[in-house]
Every structure is written in structure tokens, then in C-alpha cells.
């Protein structure tokens, strides 16, 4: 079939598209949340002052968190997730929570990286210039050092969403459930349309492919507004 | 200049030690500094001069001694020490400005946060502050945009913003061109003017000579002499000191 018409074939499916488009991005954006509130979580243990053993007890933990999962490949970790910790979902109707927790606590652990060294980049003498003044360690860290370290982490947290939006596509691997029926993310779509329209294929993952660019590129288009937004604060 | 300088003590320090492991910095520090005394600290690099500066505010945590400020070993871990860092003004090397605010949210920052001042009393303050310094048109301008030497003036008015009972400077002078000395010199030769009492690691000689009622020679984690600059630079008696005298003079 020529490339034109297995376009036209596919484009009958676009209800089917969009629902999928949907499914990935809610897999994606609650992924992100979650791995956004875990790395802020585990980037504060971090740099927060080693006084007392409860906080030193959190740091190996944090650090044990961020080798494992870092040291792991997602789908390992989806499919251990998947057959093993969140198993009692396997066959729940609604089983669309196991790839959001498994990409929120794979996010986590680079978005943990990302804050600690953001705020790490900030020169020491603005929280010392902060202390000397009597501020204490947090209202420095909030109003002299977080705002400083946002400039910088900012490019490299849309490089990790960037990367997740994409690597969601493994969950195309597992059957999601929602609400007792079987649904298809972005890539698991393809699939789907290859079975009833066998002829379509090339012009399916060509389709998806442009949708996944056009996603990023309106990321991308959002992280300059931001970028720029900061840039404003410097003279 | 030494008829302005009281017998009331503000900082008091005793047997002050800091060490990094086993290698001690500083081993035994003894120093009264009373009220409008300025106190010039000179030394080799790596005498622990700045690291005794950065001990008095507690930059550095101390490892033995005492520290006696407004009645209180502000060593003790028990004590409020933000509380004492605001009458501790503190100007660094390297300025530290707070780059993500304008000059005026820098000034206005601790006081307004710490509420000793209303938003409008500290702006108060602060414009007069400018104005002093001859900067009130940079209010508005962010830390970037300024040349060091304004940075320098700015981050001193910083902390006069906290009406401080002592005022530490690490170096102040270290970090800047030489055209832009003169000017960070001549605010703190004013300050001493008005009686603030000044603790001020320096490599300018020519300021300890001219301004310090006191200098110190700090070698090897002790001081190894100190007295009024005339007899200092004059007269001095310790041999590590003639030969550095010699250096730098």
C-alpha cells in the first residue's frame, strides 16, 4: 500500500491515537511529579547539615536509593515492579499505577542528582554571607541559594523529562488496565493498529514518531519561556 | 587614636583552638578587643588569620576555648548563635553579595526577614546607607552589573544594616583592582572614624599603620606579638615578624 493511503488509514484511528497520547502523558507527568517531590526530598537530605544520626541514617539510605536505581536499567526495574513488588496490580483493573510509580521512583533518583548538584553549584559564600547576617540555615537556602541553583538546574530537570516522556514508551511491554479493559500507551498503539490494519505499519510508527517529536518540542519551547524568565533576574 | 578606644570589652577570647583533624591551626588564641578598637590581624598565609576571623562569628567551628560576646561563650552550643551573628557584621574576601537579589533586597534581606525593622525603616535606612556611599542610583541593580569596589562598599553597608556591635573583615581588599582599594579603604577608615569597633585581616599595611590601634602578627596558630603600630612596624621584637616585616614592607 502506498505510503499515502497507509497514512489515511491510520489517521481513522486517531481517537484510538489520542487516547493512547493521553495514557503516556499521564504516565509521563505524574512520573515526573513524583520523581520531582523525591528528588527534592532526597537533594534536602543531602545537603542538609550531617548534625545528628537520624539525618546521617537518611543519607546512606538515600544513597543506597540513587545506586540502585541508577545502577538498574528502567525496564528491569518496571518488570521487577510489575511481577514482584506491585503485584497484587497485575491483574487489578486499574493497573495503570505501576508504570507512574516505577518511572516516579526511576526519576527520582537522577532528579536527586540534578537538585543536589544545582544547589551544590552555588557558591558557599552565599550561605555564609547569609549566616554572618544571622539568617538561619533554611531562610538562607530559600531566599539566597534555591533561587540561584533553579537557574541551573533547570536546563538539565527538562533533559530528564525530556528523556522519561520518551523511555515511557517501554511500558508498552505490559498490559495496562483501565477499568477491566486493556488500553495501549503511545508505542503500544502501534501494535494495536498493526493488528487490524496489517498494511500500515511504516506509516503507524512514522505517525507516532512525529507525535513524540512535536510532545518534546513543545517541552523544549517551555523550558526556554522558563530559562528566559530566570535570565531577566540578572540585570 | 587610642584615647577613643573604652575598657568596655565586646569580644574576649580565650585560649581559642580550631583544628582540622590532627593538624591544629589555630592553638591557644588569647585577645581582649574593647569598644571602638580597631584591631588590624596580619601573618603569613596560612597562619590561621582568617580562620581565627571565621572563628569569632563561628563560620568555623572553634575546638576549644571560649569566646565572650555581650556576656555570653557564644562557643557553647547551647546559645542562639544567629542570635549573636546580628550584632557580628561580617564583610568577606569575595564580597558575597547575594547575586539573585538587587542591592536594596540585599540590604533589606536579614533585617526585614529577622524583623528587627519594618520594610519601610529598613528602606529607610538603607537609602541613607546608599547615599552615604554615594551608590543610591544601584538600588535597583543587581550584583553583576557592579564593579568590585562597589560590591565591596555595598556588602559593608550590608551589614551596617544590622547596627553591629563589631564588624569582622576577612581581606576585604584582596579580591579588588588596585584603583578600586582606595575607595573600600577610605568607608572603613570612616567607620573607624565613627567608632566601630573592627577586626580586620589585612594585607594593606599602609591601613594598619594609619587606622588599627592594634595590630597583630598571628604565626603558626598563636599570637606571636602585638602592639600599637608605631611601636609594631618601628620596634618589632619577634624574629618570624622582622622577617616578614621585611617581605611585605
Known amino acids: 500500500m502506498p505510503f499515502g493511503e497507509q497514512l489515511k488509514l491510520v489517521f481513522e484511528y486517531k481517537e484510538l491515537l489520542f487516547a493512547s497520547l493521553g495514557y503516556s502523558m499521564i504516565i509521563a507527568f505524574t512520573a515526573v511529579i513524583i520523581g520531582f517531590v523525591i528528588g527534592v526530598i532526597c537533594a534536602g537530605v543531602k545537603i542538609a547539615p550531617k548534625g545528628n544520626i537520624i539525618v546521617k541514617i537518611f543519607d546512606k539510605i538515600v544513597d543506597l536509593y540513587i545506586t540502585v536505581i541508577r545502577g538498574t536499567p528502567m525496564l528491569v526495574q518496571l518488570f521487577l515492579m510489575y511481577s514482584i513488588v506491585l503485584v497484587s496490580f497485575k491483574y487489578s483493573d486499574n493497573n495503570l499505577i505501576v508504570p507512574i510509580i516505577s518511572f516516579g521512583i526511576n526519576s527520582g533518583a537522577y532528579m536527586a542528582e540534578i537538585i543536589r548538584s544545582g544547589i551544590g553549584s552555588v557558591d558557599n559564600g552565599q550561605m555564609e554571607a547569609g549566616r554572618s547576617l544571622g539568617l538561619g540555615w533554611f531562610t538562607t537556602m530559600w531566599k539566597v541559594v534555591i533561587p540561584q541553583a533553579i537557574k541551573v538546574v533547570v536546563p538539565t530537570i527538562f533533559n530528564e523529562i525530556i528523556i522519561l516522556v520518551k523511555e515511557t514508551s517501554v511500558v508498552s511491554l505490559i498490559a495496562l488496565q483501565v477499568d477491566g479493559e486493556q488500553v495501549y500507551d503511545l508505542f503500544g498503539i502501534v501494535e494495536k493498529i498493526q493488528m487490524l490494519e496489517p498494511a500500515c505499519y511504516n506509516a503507524t510508527l512514522v505517525v507516532i514518531a512525529v507525535i513524540y517529536l512535536v510532545i518534546i518540542i513543545l517541552l523544549t519551547v517551555i523550558q526556554k519561556l522558563i530559562e528566559r524568565r530566570f535570565k531577566k533576574n540578572e540585570r | ?249
Open chain 2, 1 to 249: 587614636m587610642n584615647d577613643k578606644t573604652s575598657q568596655e570589652l565586646v569580644l574576649q577570647v580565650n585560649g581559642l583552638k580550631k583544628a582540622w583533624g590532627k593538624h591544629e591551626v589555630l592553638r591557644g588564641i588569647d585577645i581582649d578587643i574593647h569598644k571602638g578598637e580597631v584591631v588590624a590581624i596580619i601573618g603569613p598565609s596560612g597562619c590561621g588569620k582568617s580562620t581565627f576571623l571565621r572563628c569569632l562569628n563561628r563560620l568555623e567551628e572553634p575546638t576549644g576555648g571560649e569566646i565572650i560576646f555581650n556576656g555570653e561563650n557564644i562557643i557553647n552550643k547551647k546559645v542562639n548563635i544567629n542570635k549573636h551573628r546580628q550584632k557580628i557584621g561580617m564583610v568577606f574576601q569575595q564580597f558575597n553579595l547575594f547575586n539573585n537579589l538587587t542591592v536594596m533586597k540585599n540590604l533589606l534581606l536579614a533585617p526585614v526577614q529577622l524583623k528587627l525593622k519594618t520594610k519601610e525603616e529598613a528602606k529607610a535606612k538603607a537609602l541613607e546607607l546608599l547615599k552615604r556611599i554615594g551608590l543610591e542610583e544601584k538600588a535597583d541593580a543587581y550584583p553583576s552589573t557592579l564593579s568590585g569596589g562597589q560590591k565591596q562598599r555595598i556588602a559593608i553597608i550590608r551589614a551596617l544594616m544590622m547596627e553591629p556591635d563589631v564588624m569582622l573583615f576577612d581581606e576585604p581588599t584582596s579580591a579588588l583592582d588596585p584603583e578600586m582599594v582606595g575607595e573600600v579603604l577610605d568607608l572603613m577608615k570612616d567607620l573607624a572614624k565613627e567608632n566601630m569597633t573592627m577586626v580586620v585581616v589585612t594585607h594593606e599595611m599602609g591601613f594598619a599603620k594609619e587606622v588599627a590601634n592594634r595590630v597583630v602578627f598571628i604565626d603558626d596558630g598563636v599570637i606571636k606579638e602585638q602592639s600599637a603600630p608605631k611601636e609594631f612596624f618601628g620596634n618589632p621584637k619577634d624574629e618570624r615578624l622582622k622577617e616578614f616585616l621585611s617581605k611585605v614592607l
